[in-house]
């Protein structure tokens, strides 16, 4: 009898737990507010099915039909897609820190050690100091300074390469893509490592050809939209296949930047730079080597390359394009560029910040073509509400800065470009967020309007750019996570003929003797209209005769050097391309 009652007591015990978790688990989850999102989701994965590149233009459409705050599935993971400013606003102002970490994808994993480089790092101490020592040695006023020389040799460099071809008349089909990211990987590396290793006047050539092939690799990965990230079971059908190439990309990487840093700890005898980022790095590990590991200094290099070179060579070429397509807006700038710098010399980073017209012309471009339109995936480490949508702990948020930036609610004409818009300067420019915002956004971006400003500026004042015929260049975007061009455009390498050759008399890396030549070398840079002036030493960059143009094919931009300007490379005529 009482082992009856216990039975029934316990049945009655289980029933009412089990009617308990029936009434409350739905309310709870009905209390879950979460943001819409698309049906059906997938058994195992979710809305993976519904990623197509490119990947903004997607999530673009489905928040048309879904609003400005919606949710997918990537796998078993939840995502939050933000499209409107004020959404992003919200997430990195009052949730700032609740998204201020990354999410753990396999990249960081593997090639990222661990996620413990600044890009992938959690939010915390670690990433907090690597902030720190960033912003002390790389991005500080005085670095950027420092380090000024090196942008003025590599911008003077791209435009030899340039007018070495014109040389030969008419005008060309032009690769710019390779030619801006050489100038961008050349500009870090010199900061890093003082050398150079695209281009000419490659000291190792065998280093340099490691080097590329490394940096290309990498390049080729990341985002947030790899499948394996979030379907472990995917590398279990490859047979792990995808992870063995991160693993090894990793050791390469590593086997290289340790090289790079032993080289500057024995000062690698004919290693003319002991101005470096790795220089000051070594230094910080000789008073505090518990912190400054190689390690830590490793992935430092690391992020200065992967974050800061193909995103300021793909805002470069997509500025170009943009000018080419707009020619009104070229022949504006470059009037502006004669009355405000002329045409005795060339611009400087000084006049870059004067140019009110060229940094809108940089920020139209940043608003049209952001390279990072997803920004960089974050996730919440707390529940916390966007848009009064719940947002639960561990969710991955991806904020579409370029849906938000061509918004018709926030910009006129928002597929135009109208560098105009940002004359009302205040207003307009706290809508962009090409560099994202809050406590994660780029601590780059002032040096990549450095990079970006100089370099166009040269561009506009020492060329003629044109599109031929009446079509524009293609302006669809390619994969990858800096937005490239689809279409790269391309420029048959031609070598300079024999006695062509420009010798530039800048070294090939910095020493603070030589930096203060090149700052010499720099102001003695002329431009002039009186070639008799100048023969042997100076390189001349003419107008040829049919003049002016340059121009896009679908594929291409061409260009002529149809100004008439003589550089002047002051301190020898040992080279020169005297004709
Ligand atoms: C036009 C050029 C550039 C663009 C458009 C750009 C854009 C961005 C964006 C959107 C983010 C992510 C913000 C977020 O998480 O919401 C970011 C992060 C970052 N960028 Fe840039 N960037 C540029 C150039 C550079 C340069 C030149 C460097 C360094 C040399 C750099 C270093 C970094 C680093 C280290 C982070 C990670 C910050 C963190 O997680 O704490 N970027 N950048």
Request: net charge positive; charged share 25%.
């Amino acid at each position: 009898m009482e082992d009856t009652t216990i039975f029934y007591s316990s049945v009655s015990l289980l029933f009412l737990i089990f009617v308990f978790k029936l009434w409350f688990q739905p309310t709870a989850r009905r209390r879950k507010n979460l943001p819409p999102s698309p049906r059906p989701s997938l058994p195992v994965i979710g809305h993976l099915h519904l990623l197509k590149h490119p990947m903004h233009r997607t999530f673009h459409n489905l928040a048309k039909k879904y609003g400005p705050i919606f949710s997918l599935r990537f796998g078993s993971r939840l995502v939050v897609v933000v499209s409107s400013a004020s959404a992003a606003e919200e997430c990195f102002t009052k949730n700032d820190i609740v998204f201020a970490n990354r999410p753990n994808l396999l990249l960081g994993k593997h090639v990222g050690y661990n996620n413990t480089i600044l890009t992938q790092s959690p939010y915390g101490d670690h990433w907090r100091n690597l902030r720190r020592i960033t912003t002390i040695e790389v991005f500080s006023s005085i670095r950027l300074n420092m380090f000024l020389p090196i942008r003025r040799d590599e911008t003077k460099r791209l435009l030899e390469k340039l007018s070495r071809s014109s040389r030969k008349g008419g005008f060309f089909k032009v690769e710019l893509k390779t030619m801006f990211s050489e100038l961008t990987f050349n500009i870090m590396i010199r900061m890093v490592a003082g050398k150079r290793y695209y281009g000419d006047d490659v000291e190792d050539e065998e280093e340099a050809r490691r080097f590329r092939k490394i940096m290309k690799e990498a390049t080729s990965y990341g985002g947030a939209s790899n499948p394996r990230d979030f379907l472990p079971i995917l590398n279990w059908i490859d047979g792990g296949d995808f992870t063995n190439k991160l693993v090894s990309l990793s050791k390469r990487i590593d086997e290289f930047l340790q090289g790079l840093i032993d080289e500057h700890r024995i000062k690698k005898a004919g290693l003319e730079s002991t101005n470096t980022m790795i220089d000051h790095l070594l230094s910080l590990q000789e008073s505090q080597p518990e912190y400054y590991t190689d390690q830590i200094i490793k992935g430092l290099i690391m992020v200065m390359l992967l974050a800061g070179t193909e995103t300021s060579a793909v805002t470069l070429e997509w500025a170009m394009t943009n000018l080419v397509n707009n020619p009104e807006v070229l022949e504006k700038v470059r009037a502006k560029l004669d009355d405000q710098v002329g045409q005795e010399r060339l611009i400087d980073e000084s006049d870059v910040f004067k140019l009110q017209y060229l940094q809108n012309i940089i920020l139209e471009t940043l608003r049209l073509c952001p390279t990072a339109p997803l920004l960089v995936p974050h996730i919440s480490s707390d529940n916390c509400t966007v848009g009064g949508y719940d947002v639960p702990c561990d969710t991955i948020l991806l904020v579409n800065a370029w849906a938000i930036h061509r918004d018709p609610k926030l910009w006129d004409e928002p597929d135009s470009f109208k560098p105009e818009r940002f004359e009302t300067r205040e207003g307009e420019t706290r809508k962009l967020m090409p560099f994202g915002l809050g406590r994660r956004s780029c601590p780059g971006s002032g040096l990549a309007q450095r990079v970006v400003g100089l370099a166009l500026g040269s561009l506009i004042q020492c060329f003629e750019w044109e599109r031929v015929g009446d079509e524009k260049v293609d302006m669809t975007e390619g994969r990858g996570l800096t937005m490239p061009k689809v279409d790269p455009l391309e420029w048959p390498p031609s070598l300079p003929t024999k006695g062509q050759e420009v010798k530039s008399t800048s070294p090939t890396t910095s020493t603070p003797q030589k930096e203060a030549n090149d700052q010499m070398d720099h102001d003695q840079i002329q431009i002039h209209r009186d070639p008799s002036r100048w023969l042997g030493i100076w390189m001349w960059l003419w107008r040829c005769s049919g003049g002016a143009w340059c121009l896009g094919l679908a594929s291409g931009l061409r260009f002529s050097s149809s100004r008439s300007f003589w550089i002047r490379f002051s301190g020898g005529g040992s080279g020169g391309c005297g004709r």
